[in-house]
């Protein structure tokens, strides 16, 4: 049986979100890993975009930053800043964006996302980079999102929210304003987490192999349906070889 | 008078376009295209009370911090990404409320600049709604009384005009004085030729009052003149010139060279405690009277160890860490 890290087995599941011929946001660090071995892969066809402008980038080496010229290579076009933002919000007429990808420091029941900072606002125990183009991304198109399972992490309220996920259920984002897109799944190095259709709140859907769902509820700060959860197909070994050649 | 030469030293353009109490706009984004040799300037002549406009700031915004220039950051951003991945200056002054700040996000703060570049008195978009940037504010209604360089309020909330239905947040125009850009090529009339990605450069160029641009090189006007649809600003917006070869240095700089990426490291571990960035400052900065020092301290080996190889517009196998 192939052997896998944490890491790698985060990487196939973020790569099993991109279907063949997705265009898909992505940020640096592993949705980069999960996307490039989606396009050495199972979707050849995938499109990249980067919040920097960088449209259909075609990385030869894991760039640092989505402003990184590794990504700049062989891509369609290198826009303004501006013109992504139009290109985010007008997306939605003819489903231009198919997927983006967030992370967060905690994470709520509903998907709400906080990348700003820990404790108050005004006097914050952690302050983090803030929003960066998750906010933008989290508006306007379906998300995964990639987190570090921890019971601090995934909680009950968030202490800031940066990025809008389902709001606080069914009707949330109406209230909000917001158009009917919302994070669609949670990748962790435990497992995958889904959103019900009806209530919108968050369900176990995936434990990786060797992760019980015990060991999930340990590090969940907060109640989540396990009656729907299965066991994650484990990687091939052909994905292994071509993930630990990208990596 | 525009075209007029522009060219001056960066000591010359910093003390006429940077003064205590403006706002500034730096372009670039988090580790590409960062005006590096111009932040250095600012600090070496000791400007205070700065009031900055981040955008995707990185290392350049941190600095300035760390070194004491200002007073108000307008943020969205800011990191050195893959090296440091919140900047610890910054950090450090929001946990200890020792600057004044603001929360945006990066698709609504370069939409702002676009406003200004466009000469717009505010800008409507659907972004942020319902997230906590509507409703927690950094800078209270009653402290921008006292900072006209800040817009009365964070933002507005409102309907649409024409479709009451529908919620908008309205977001003020940013008063930016001076706007600082590195491109490749200018010439001494100001007319910029820029390689790779633009990201807010031309919307702060524009927007602000005041531009400087820092170029690798200064060419002639007939070079850029022979095909002017590659050019992205005139001669009309500038107004002043700086010729600083590597003046992004360490971030990147597209068709010549790839980031620094120990320099990176090395920033990483200096931002980490008040101590280690003083000595920072006083080695890279203070330390080193202009461009032409710092790119002599840095080594000739080193420079093009990090040029760009042709065909990749990086340099591949680069030490990163």
Same mark, same amino acid.
């Given at each position: 049986?192939?052997?896998?890290?944490?890491?790698?087995?985060?990487?196939?599941?973020?790569?099993?979100?991109?279907?063949?011929?997705?265009?898909?946001?992505?940020?640096?660090?592993?949705?980069?890993?999960?996307?490039?071995?989606?396009?050495?892969?199972?979707?050849?066809?995938?499109?990249?975009? +980067?919040?920097?402008?960088?449209?259909?980038?075609?990385?030869?080496?894991?760039?640092?930053?989505?402003?990184?010229?590794?990504?700049?290579?062989?891509?369609?076009?290198?826009?303004?800043?501006?013109?992504?933002?139009? +290109?985010?919000?007008?997306?939605?007429?003819?489903?231009?964006?198919?997927?983006?990808?967030?992370?967060?420091?905690?994470?709520?029941?509903?998907?709400?996302?906080?990348?700003?900072?820990?404790?108050?606002?005004?006097?914050?125990?952690?302050?983090?980079?803030?929003?960066?183009?998750?906010?933008?991304?989290?508006?306007?198109?379906?998300?995964?999102?990639?987190?570090?399972?921890?019971?601090?992490? +995934?909680?009950?309220?968030?202490?800031?929210?940066?990025?809008?996920?389902?709001?606080?259920?069914?009707?949330?984002?109406?209230?909000?304003?917001?158009?009917?897109?919302?994070?669609?799944?949670?990748?962790?190095?435990?497992?995958?987490?889904?959103?019900?259709?009806?209530?919108?709140?968050?369900?176990?859907?995936?434990?990786?192999?060797?992760?019980?769902?015990?060991?999930?509820?340990?590090?969940?700060?907060?109640?989540?349906?396990?009656?729907?959860?299965?066991?994650?197909?484990?990687?091939?070994?052909?994905?292994?070889?071509?993930?630990?050649?990208?990596? | 008078?525009?075209?007029?030469?522009?060219?001056?030293?960066?000591?010359?353009?910093?003390?006429?376009?940077?003064?205590?109490?403006?706002?500034?706009?730096?372009?670039?984004?988090?580790?590409?295209?960062?005006?590096?040799?111009?932040?250095?300037?600012?600090?070496?002549?000791?400007?205070?009370?700065?009031?900055?406009?981040?955008?995707?700031?990185?290392?350049?915004?941190?600095?300035?911090?760390?070194?004491?220039?200002?007073?108000?950051?307008?943020?969205?951003?800011?990191?050195?990404?893959?090296?440091?991945?919140?900047?610890?200056?910054?950090?450090?002054? *929001?946990?200890?409320?020792?600057?004044?700040?603001?929360?945006?996000?990066?698709? *609504?703060?370069?939409?702002?600049?676009?406003?200004?570049?466009?000469?717009?008195?505010?800008?409507?978009?659907?972004?942020?709604? /319902?997230?906590?940037?509507?409703?927690?504010?950094?800078?209270?209604?009653?402290?921008?009384?006292?900072?006209?360089?800040?817009?009365?309020?964070?933002?507005? *909330?409102?309907?649409?005009?024409?479709?009451?239905?529908?919620?908008?947040?309205?977001?003020?125009?940013?008063?930016?004085?001076?706007?600082?850009?590195?491109?490749?090529?200018?010439?001494?009339?100001?007319?910029?030729?820029?390689?790779?990605?633009?990201?807010?450069?031309?919307?702060?160029?524009?927007?602000?009052?005041?531009?400087?641009?820092?170029?690798?090189?200064?060419?002639?006007?007939?070079?850029?003149?022979?095909?002017?649809?590659?050019?992205?600003?005139?001669?009309?917006?500038?107004?002043?010139?700086?010729?600083?070869?590597?003046?992004?240095?360490?971030?990147?700089?597209?068709?010549?060279?790839?980031?620094? /990426?120990?320099?990176?490291?090395?920033?990483?571990?200096?931002?980490?405690?008040?101590?280690?960035?003083?000595?920072?400052?006083?080695?890279?900065?203070?330390?080193?009277?202009?461009?032409?020092?710092?790119?002599?301290?840095?080594?000739?080996?080193?420079?093009?160890?990090?040029?760009?190889?042709?065909?990749? /517009?990086? *340099?591949?196998?680069?030490?990163?860490?």
């Amino acid at each position: 049986m192939a052997q896998w890290t944490t890491k790698e087995m985060m990487a196939v599941a973020l790569a099993r979100q991109i279907n063949d011929g997705m265009t898909c946001i992505i940020g640096t660090g592993l949705p980069l890993t999960g996307a490039s071995l989606a396009k050495n892969t199972t979707a050849p066809n995938a499109l990249l975009i +980067f919040e920097s402008g960088m449209i259909d980038g075609n990385p030869l080496e894991l760039p640092t930053s989505v402003s990184d010229l590794r990504i700049a290579r062989n891509a369609s076009a290198l826009w303004p800043q501006y013109r992504y933002f139009g +290109f985010q919000g007008n997306s939605r007429k003819k489903n231009k964006i198919d997927l983006g990808f967030l992370g967060g420091a905690q994470i709520d029941p509903y998907g709400n996302l906080n990348s700003t900072s820990i404790g108050d606002y005004m006097h914050p125990k952690s302050r983090f980079t803030g929003s960066g183009g998750a906010n933008g991304i989290a508006t306007n198109v379906n998300t995964v999102i990639i987190m570090q399972h921890q019971k601090r992490r +995934f909680c009950e309220k968030v202490d800031y929210v940066t990025s809008v996920g389902w709001g606080d259920g069914p009707d949330g984002r109406k209230k909000l304003g917001l158009p009917e897109v919302g994070p669609q799944v949670v990748v962790t190095e435990l497992g995958i987490m889904r959103f019900d259709e009806a209530t919108r709140r968050i369900y176990l859907a995936e434990y990786f192999p060797g992760i019980s769902i015990e060991q999930i509820m340990e590090n969940t700060g907060f109640e989540m349906d396990t009656s729907r959860a299965v066991e994650a197909e484990p990687p091939s070994d052909e994905i292994l070889a071509v993930l630990k050649r990208l990596m | 008078m525009n075209s007029a030469n522009k060219v001056m030293t960066m000591k010359e353009a910093i003390s006429k376009y940077v003064h205590d109490g403006d706002c500034l706009a730096f372009g670039g984004f988090v580790t590409n295209k960062k005006p590096y040799a111009a932040v250095r300037e600012i600090i070496r002549q000791g400007r205070k009370d700065l009031y900055i406009e981040g955008g995707p700031a990185g290392g350049d915004v941190d600095m300035l911090i760390g070194a004491g220039c200002v007073k108000v950051y307008l943020n969205s951003y800011i990191a050195n990404s893959g090296f440091t991945q919140v900047c610890r200056r910054f950090r450090k002054a *929001v946990e200890e409320g020792t600057i004044l700040w603001e929360d945006y996000s990066l698709d *609504v703060q370069p939409i702002m600049y676009h406003a200004a570049a466009l000469g717009l008195p505010y800008v409507p978009v659907k972004n942020m709604l /319902g997230s906590s940037m509507i409703e927690k504010w950094g800078i209270s209604a009653e402290i921008r009384e006292k900072h006209p360089k800040l817009a009365s309020r964070k933002l507005i *909330v409102t309907n649409n005009p024409f479709n009451p239905d529908e919620q908008v947040c309205l977001l003020p125009t940013p008063k930016i004085d001076t706007a600082i850009i590195h491109v490749q090529r200018a010439c001494f009339d100001g007319t910029c030729r820029i390689d790779g990605n633009v990201f807010v450069d031309i919307d702060i160029a524009m927007g602000a009052t005041n531009c400087i641009i820092t170029c690798e090189e200064l060419v002639s006007d007939e070079e850029l003149r022979k095909e002017p649809w590659l050019n992205q600003l005139p001669n009309l917006v500038p107004d002043a010139v700086v010729h600083v070869p590597f003046g992004a240095h360490p971030s990147q700089c597209t068709n010549y060279y790839d980031y620094d /990426g120990a320099f990176f490291v090395m920033y990483d571990n200096a931002s980490r405690t008040d101590e280690a960035f003083k000595e920072y400052l006083d080695e890279w900065v203070y330390g080193l009277e202009d461009n032409d020092a710092y790119i002599n301290k840095l080594g000739a080996a080193r420079l093009s160890n990090l040029h760009v190889k042709p065909g990749f /517009g990086y *340099v591949p196998g680069l030490k990163r860490r």
